[in-house]
């Protein structure tokens, strides 16, 4: 179910479609990862206006495209001048998530063993993606941070999920010795216009 009509949208679909027709997770992500960044590299879609703006003291999730199809989703993500996400999960989902404009920085971790109600994590990666850039995330190595670095310029970034995510688990430090306590976070969405 198409949310939003822009130029190149048919693209964009089809090469998700392509690539969700894989025989496997891996073979889906590295299908999806290079045809985003072909896609955004190439200027053939023109994303609507209103993913470039941002919102109040948060992040911004639009969503593009539902597939009834195939179940994933396309959202894309504003992010404002120092705006970032805690360290989360993407409650067992793959996703591709690429640049559109300005810069991210992803920091992946993976989970250690808990202790008692608490988590550890150790960062294990980090790095500055820019425009026409793009990773994936395969559970069960699907913890990570986002955050728009720059000072005053907005970052843009498209999400492919393999379903509809609409919660996370997202991991707060709590005391020392890289702890964290997990809490359930409903994801809402903002609207598309």
Same mark, same amino acid.
């Given at each position: 179910?198409?949310?939003?009509?822009?130029?190149?949208?048919?693209?964009?679909?089809?090469?998700?479609?392509?690539?969700?027709?894989?025989?496997?997770?891996?073979?889906?992500?590295?299908?999806?990862?290079?045809?985003?960044?072909?896609?955004?590299?190439?200027?053939?879609?023109?994303?609507?206006?209103?993913?470039?703006?941002?919102?109040?003291?948060? /992040?911004? %999730?639009?969503?593009?495209?539902?597939?009834?199809?195939?179940?994933?989703? *396309?959202?894309?993500?504003?992010? #404002? $001048? @120092?705006?970032?996400?805690?360290?989360?999960?993407?409650?067992?989902?793959?996703?591709?998530?690429?640049?559109?404009?300005g810069?991210?920085?992803?920091?992946? /971790?993976? %989970?250690?063993?808990?202790?008692?109600?608490?988590?550890?994590?150790?960062? *294990?990666?980090?790095?500055?993606? #820019? $425009? @026409?850039?793009?990773?994936?995330?395969?559970?069960?190595?699907?913890y990570?941070?986002?955050?728009?670095?720059?000072?005053?310029?907005v970052?843009?970034?498209?999400?492919?999920?393999?379903?509809?995510?609409?919660?996370?688990?997202?991991?707060?430090?709590?005391?020392?010795?890289?702890?964290?306590?997990?809490?359930?976070?409903?994801?809402?969405?903002?609207?598309?216009?």
């Open positions: 179910m198409l949310t939003m009509e822009f130029p190149g949208c048919d693209k964009l679909i089809d090469a998700i479609d392509a690539a969700v027709s894989k025989s496997t997770t891996p073979a889906i992500t590295d299908s999806l990862r290079n045809s985003l960044c072909k896609l955004i590299r190439s200027k053939e879609i023109t994303l609507p206006e209103c993913v470039f703006e941002t919102a109040e003291n948060r /992040y911004a %999730r639009r969503e593009l495209y539902h597939s009834d199809d195939h179940g994933y989703c *396309v959202v894309a993500m504003t992010w #404002g $001048p @120092g705006q970032g996400t805690p360290i989360h999960d993407h409650c067992g989902m793959w996703c591709v998530e690429g640049v559109w404009s810069s991210l920085e992803v920091v992946q /971790y993976e %989970r250690l063993a808990d202790k008692g109600d608490l988590c550890q994590f150790q960062p *294990v990666g980090s790095i500055q993606a #820019g $425009p @026409g850039s793009a990773g994936s995330l395969i559970p069960p190595h699907e990570h941070t986002i955050r728009n670095p720059s000072d005053d310029t970052a843009v970034s498209l999400h492919i999920y393999s379903g509809n995510m609409t919660h996370c688990a997202t991991f707060q430090p709590k005391g020392q010795d890289d702890c964290y306590e997990r809490t359930d976070r409903q994801l809402s969405l903002d609207p598309v216009h």
